[in-house]
């Protein structure tokens, strides 16, 4: 599917989601240079305290797109589909599901890819994370470092660049404001969760210290 196909059925997902004028909205965006500051320090902040589980994209977008909405005027959508690295999936398997009952609990068991869309710009606080892990899928991992190198935090770009990177974003769904709200609360769990091991870790070292 050409980009431009792929914009106007992005378009149908979010209007059957949020309506028609949330639809126009996403499409007439452009980013600034304002929005982009504002993304990367929102980004900055999520990676700082979220941790390094797999299968994170849902939540991790989820939370992100929260923090976005309370930095930008853009129109912000949560999007969930299938990614590919030239042309062969990596997360998702380009079959239809039913986002609703996916999305309907706050930790979703599912083997797909999330992410955050700004009108027609990607913006995945997931996928450089994923692949400098041990949890990329070997694919991923390769293609990243090829053509991204090491140390990235978060990739932004406009849809169309995406494909000449080798990177396919298949929207199948768009998320509605329940069920990113939801998968907030997923995300603040790990969060406060890993926060908790990381407390209790630094407590019996300074008890072992002291004994």
């Known amino acids: 599917m050409s980009t431009a196909k792929d914009l106007v059925h ?5 209007a059957a989601t949020h309506g028609w004028a949330a639809a126009k909205a996403f499409k007439s965006y452009g980013m600034s ?6 993304i990367a320090a929102c980004a900055v902040r999520l990676l700082d305290v979220f941790p390094l589980v797999p299968n994170a ?22 999007v969930a589909g299938t990614l590919c690295v030239e042309g062969e999936p990596v997360f ?12 309907g609990s706050p930790n979703p068991d599912w083997h797909g ?4 869309m700004i009108g027609p710009h990607i913006a995945d606080i997931s996928i450089f994370r994923t692949a400098y892990s041990r949890f ?16 990235k935090a978060l990739y932004v770009d406009q849809w169309q660049k995406s494909r000449q990177r080798g990177l396919s974003y298949e929207p199948q769904y768009v998320l509605s404001e329940e069920e990113v709200t939801r998968l907030m609360g ?23 210290d002291i004994a």
Do not use: C, K
């Open 57 to 78: 994209s849902a939540l991790m977008s989820a939370a992100f797109a929260v923090q976005l909405e309370r930095v930008l005027t853009a129109p912000v959508q949560v």
């Open 33 to 38: 240079d304002t929005d982009r500051a504002g």
């Open 136 to 151: 990329g899928p070997a694919s991923l991992s390769r293609h990243i470092d090829l053509v991204f190198g090491p140390n």
């Open 10 to 14: 992005l378009g149908r997902l979010v």
């Open 113 to 116: 890819h999330v992410w955050v």
């Open 92 to 103: 998702g398997d380009r079959m239809p599901f039913d986002g609703h009952v996916i999305f």
């Open 186 to 208: 997923g995300a603040y769990e790990r969060i406060e969760q890993a926060r908790s091991e990381r407390a209790q870790a630094g407590s019996s070292s300074v008890q072992s």
